[in-house]
């Protein structure tokens, strides 16, 4: 495959590929409306473990990856075609990039609370202590 179209062409192949193959996968990992259900509960088990406490379900699907890698890279596969492997390692590429974009989010969100935060807290100490404040009188002036 040496020229755009037929690239393109695999590419759409092998990404209709990843969604029939997540369609049944996320009947069998996912629970309770979550895609990433599996890799959270692993990762909160683990959690046990005070030395893997800060382990999460991203951590967790980059490690169930790795042995898809592992079979690419040696080349061999008792199981599924060479194909099917990478197939896997798309899908968890896809859920991984989702997970950083929710924490990405999550992020944005409590950003914005701290800031609104800080606001509220600027507004409070200009009214408490700012020349026409309630602790004006023991401020002195300042």
Known sequence: MNNLTEFLTF???KGQECSRLWAEADKEYASEGSTTFNFDTV???LQQNPRL???SGYDVAAVFMLKHIFSIVRGYSSRE???GRFTDVHNYLFIMESMLQARHKEDQSLQAALAKMEKASEQCLHDACGPNGLAA???GGV
């Open 53 to 55: 406490s800060q382990i």
């Open 11 to 13: 590419m759409g192949d």
């Open 43 to 45: 990762a909160n088990l």
């Open 81 to 83: 075609s060479m194909s």
């Open 137 to 139: 009188p023991y401020l």
